[in-house]
């Protein structure tokens, strides 16, 4: 099961203190796969990746402007958020859940596909095309649109980015960075619903220079018929059930799922150990790395990954 919440707009840094709690109790079995779904006050944040060259606005002017940093765990380079964007965060643990292919052991690249297809089907329903562009993790605006094939929307089938024409004139709609570790995720994704867009002019997103980013209400028609972030976490969330294939619940609140969590411990039998959790540390991802074919090719089968 996926449980989420919808939480309106938090600190960031108590954000970061939530998602360490929820994975701490994730990692112990106490709780199920939880998504939390919010927004930010503007901020910047700097992944394992980042170059601080990225940032174009001097400190003076993030102070004036109120914009935050915040270095982080994450993978990828430097990324904003702020008022008008639907941030998910994703405490997931991978072994809960099956790749494409049918079998158990979601890898890191599989998650952040799906996490795309999530929002590609959100962006869909307001009749945005969106999608993917090869070796650029997130979603995507103002690409070629694809003839149908089978295996575009069927998340039984391998998944594949859609390879485009270079430097056209994509817009970024969703950045994507995640950590993975005890096969546990967190971090996630910033998805530019009514975004003020001007603020993206403080850095370089995610470190890529030759294409823009866009938002949900500047490529939809009537950008006056959206509805407020809340109604788009209830829709993101069940979007997230279709394509992990798992049924969705609300959670009340954060107190509700702390609720869960003490009544799960205490009815463990208390003379038994507490579960092993095996410690498998993923890299943390954001543009997720491909394994050389030479190496790939000495895999079994069963257990390789859905090719980026």
Known sequence: MIQYL???????????????????????????????????????????????????????????????????????????????????????????????????????????????????????????????????????????????????????????SKTLPPAGRERKIAAIGIHVARGVTSHGFAFNVTTNLGDFALINPCGITDRSVTSLEREVAEPGSLPNLEFLAHRAARHFGEVFNEPVALVESIAALRTQAGAHSDSRDPDSPAPEVPAPEFPAQDTPLQIPPEIERLRPRKDRPVSA
Not at 41 to 56: D, E, K, Y
Not at 121 to 130: I, L, M, N, S, T
Not at 140 to 152: I, M, T
């Open 6 to 160: 919808y939480l309106g707009r938090v600190d960031y840094g108590e954000a970061l203190r939530l998602q360490q709690e929820l994975v701490d109790l994730r990692q112990a079995g106490r709780i199920d796969n939880v998504l939390l779904l919010l927004g930010h006050p503007p901020v910047l944040t700097l992944g394992r990746n980042a170059r601080r060259s990225n940032i174009l606005a001097s400190d003076q002017l993030l102070a004036a402007r109120g914009v935050t940093l915040h270095e982080i765990n994450r993978g990828g380079d430097v990324t904003y958020h702020g008022p008008g964007q639907l941030i998910g965060y994703p405490i997931f643990d991978l072994r809960s859940l099956r790749n494409p292919s049918g079998h158990h052991r979601l890898g890191p690249v599989d998650f952040v596909r799906l996490m795309e297809e999530a929002l590609i089907r959100v962006c869909g329903e307001f009749g945005v095309h969106a999608g993917r562009i090869r070796g650029l993790t997130g979603v995507w605006c103002g690409l070629p649109v694809p003839q149908p094939s089978s295996g575009d929307l069927d998340c039984e089938a391998p998944i594949s």
